[in-house]
């Protein structure tokens, strides 16, 4: 029986996600930080019945898939965990993961192709979200070790784009010039919470601090941060008094610039404020979107049904293939951008509403609403099945579902098989390199069409 701080020796058989397999008087051990085909000694940290997880304390045979971090802070990080594998290997791990979920939770028995990868994996985030601590003599803007609240910090990230890096220390230096404290998620004591940061493909750059309250001196903070980040094209002061984990409040207001980030994506503009959902990774996103256009197969008749829309960039991509698109959107300050990115591209066939889709698509199904196709992109959680039974309903011959968790798309798609829908093509694109993360996209058709 093995035991919590126990340290064994054994050969990794193969990944199970980001951990390294092996197995133990026939119990499955995961192991953190190692690779197939190579022989660890590791460290017991947790130990069930009939499996358990450690991590790697020394490396006896090396894999030829291994490699050197590029992050300094890659090791108590938890905002990537890949960097230790070659990025091909990475991409066949999430691959495998796809197919798993899809059959195992899904019901499906699709091929699944090689997942869509970067020619350059780095430097390719366009949005990041740095939680703030320490005192105001010495900060720390970085981020969350992995499973718990310790930011670890950082003066710069190789996932970012590079402009975004500029506002860390600028950042830095204005908490210490103007006394400015930290928030402390403990006591709920405390001014800056988090700093978001947005760079468009053209360079230019969005910094949005969040706060607890009011600022002092509002125009020292736009001051340091014009001196420090070239290409900085707005600042907004997000205010969040929740007692939560989530990141931004519902009231912003803009120090400099318009507080509107331009931006552009498969030949459309879109101008994105900084509430709006906008994918981090603007060349991957082109391929994912390509991607679900490819498997929506419109000819130009077609009504759609593009649920959780954002800012509307599936929408717009959509209505330039068919008669009509209707975007559906929780969060209102997108659903405008949505409508201004319509108008500022000429598009005139795409309308935007605003509220829950579980509230407004069950609604106008019962009313007679109706769809050729719906396409949805629904938070991590996957969509509840009042969601699914209503798209069902709007007599949709075809589904296009792109997520972010395989898994809880998998099992939406078994939900949908029992609605009518059979799985018809899969791809997998990777949009969070060097983090488990994959976005999949799958289409279904209606068995009756």
């Not at 360079?203 to 340091?224: E, K, Q, Y």
């Amino acid at each position: 029986m093995i035991r919590k701080n126990e340290i064994l020796e054994a050969d990794i058989e193969k990944l199970a996600g980001e951990h390294g397999l092996t197995h133990v008087d026939g119990m499955a051990v995961f192991v953190r930080g190692a690779l197939p085909g190579e022989r660890v000694r590791f460290r017991v940290e947790k130990a069930e019945r009939s499996f358990a997880f450690a991590k790697t304390m020394e490396i006896l045979k090396t894999s030829c898939e291994r490699r050197e971090p590029v992050c300094p802070a890659y090791e108590k990080c938890g905002g990537c965990q890949l960097q230790h594998m070659s990025y091909e290997l990475g991409l066949e791990m999430k691959r495998e993961h796809v197919r798993d979920v899809q059959k195992r939770l899904g019901g499906m028995d699709l091929p699944v192709p090689k997942v869509i990868g970067m020619d350059d994996p780095w430097h390719c985030r366009n949005k990041i979200s740095l939680p703030v601590g320490g005192t105001p003599q010495d900060p720390l803007i970085g981020y969350y070790r992995t499973r718990s609240h310790q930011i670890i910090p950082v003066d710069t990230c190789p996932m970012v784009m590079r402009q975004g890096e500029k506002v860390i220390p600028a950042m830095k230096r204005w908490i210490r010039e103007e006394g400015i404290q930290p928030y402390n998620e403990t006591d709920g004591t405390g001014l800056l919470r988090h700093i978001m940061i947005r760079v468009s493909r053209k360079g230019d750059v969005m910094a949005v601090p969040v706060v607890t309250g009011s600022v002092r001196n509002p125009d020292r903070l736009t001051g340091i941060l014009r001196e420090e980040v070239p290409g900085l094209a707005t600042v907004c002061l997000n205010v969040n008094r929740r007692r939560d984990n989530v990141i931004l409040g519902s009231e912003t207001h803009v120090l400099f610039g318009d507080g509107i980030l331009d931006d552009e994506l498969c030949g459309l503009s879109f101008r994105v404020s900084p509430v709006s959902f906008f994918q981090v990774n603007p060349v991957q996103t082109e391929k994912l979107y390509s991607t679900a256009l490819e498997f929506a197969d419109l000819k130009g008749t077609e009504s759609v049904c593009d649920l959780y829309c954002g800012a509307g960039t599936i929408s717009l991509m959509l209505a330039r293939r068919a008669k009509k698109v209707l975007g559906i959107e929780e969060v209102a300050p997108a659903v405008e951008d949505a409508k201004r990115n319509a108008a500022n591209n000429g598009i005139t066939n795409a309308s935007f509403v605003a509220g829950k889709a579980e509230a407004i698509l069950p609604r106008m199904a019962s009313e007679g609403f109706k769809a050729d196709c719906v396409v949805l992109d629904p938070p991590r959680k996957g969509c509840e099945r009042s969601v699914l039974e209503a798209v069902a309903k709007t007599g949709a011959k075809k589904i296009v579902y792109v997520a972010c968790d395989p898994a809880t798309q998998a099992r939406d798609i078994r939900i949908f098989a029992e609605l009518g829908y059979m799985g018809e093509k899969t791809q997998s694109v990777d949009m969070f390199c060097y983090t488990a993360h994959v976005e999949t996209v799958v289409s279904m058709t209606r068995k009756d069409s």
